[in-house]
């Protein structure tokens, strides 16, 4: 419990900057929307092909962006990239900050098993990722509650945070599965979000050519899309691949970080 308290402490700061930084940019981006809503001269103009090349490249796809929720579902990815970058560097740096900080050798000389630090060590995180998921999901059904909302927004909102949940327990199992494994702990950070962001571009070509639609099973972008949360649309196969992407990760935590010998 002491350790959990501990990572929780050391990485307070970085979830209220993640999040209010977030939570600020989407009430800014209110007042846009209520500019153009209902506004028809506003709407045809988005309603031109190169607007929809645009939506499709960002994976809206054909939603009705005078909506709240359509609106959301267009700037979704401010939500879904900025989270998933958080969380894959909180699990990168919850782990290897131990031999950056030098205290490694305290750490893990202490009368707990290095199996019970890395337990709370995910545990903290895995909070930290679950806090900054509600804070900035529910501040968004909040700043957008006062416009004229429908059922249709608070079920897109209630999948919207699974699925930006899921993306988030994703990355943040992937830096910690990388922090595990690199002999050098200080690219675990940056190697993350290098195949965050370069699963990103795959998702924008993915969306942009039917021909690339292949590469939707490699992108995590693209298992819980803004429009399939507004169709309350799941699907099976993303499910599992989840799992076993996320099931990869906590396995190279607890098998590979074991074994490994620390820098001190």
Request: aromatic fraction near 16%; avoid cysteine; charge should be neutral.
């Amino acid at each position: 419990m002491n350790i959990i308290k501990h990572e929780l402490k050391a990485n307070l700061l970085a979830l209220v900057l993640w999040s209010a930084s977030l939570i600020t940019l989407i009430y800014l981006v209110s007042f846009e929307f209520q500019v153009f809503q209902g506004n028809m001269e506003i709407q045809e103009f988005m309603d031109s092909p190169l607007f929809q090349q645009f939506y499709g490249a960002l994976g809206a796809g054909n939603v009705n962006i005078m909506t709240p929720e359509g609106f959301l579902s267009l700037l979704s990815i401010y939500i879904y990239l900025p989270l998933a970058i958080h969380a894959g560097l909180l699990g990168a740096g919850i782990i290897s900050k131990e031999e950056k900080n030098k205290t490694a050798e305290y750490l893990f000389t202490l009368p707990v098993s290095r199996t019970r630090v890395l337990v709370a060590k995910f545990v903290a995180g895995f909070l930290y990722i679950v806090l900054a998921n509600i804070l900035v999901i529910g501040s968004a059904m909040i700043i957008f509650s006062r416009f004229d909302v429908s059922d249709n927004y608070y079920i897109f909102l209630r999948n919207l945070s699974i699925g930006v949940f899921l993306i988030q327990l994703i990355f943040y199992t992937v830096g910690l599965g990388l922090a595990s494994t690199l002999k050098d702990y200080k690219k675990s950070g940056s190697i993350t979000v290098g195949l965050l962001l370069g699963t990103y571009m795959i998702n924008v070509l993915s969306n942009m050519t039917k021909e690339a639609n292949f590469l939707r099973f490699i992108t995590p972008f693209r298992y819980f899309a803004a429009p399939e949360m507004i169709d309350n649309d799941w699907s099976f196969i993303y499910f599992l691949l989840t799992i076993i992407l996320v099931g990869t990760g906590v396995g190279s935590l607890f098998y590979f970080y074991r074994k490994r010998d620390l820098y001190i």
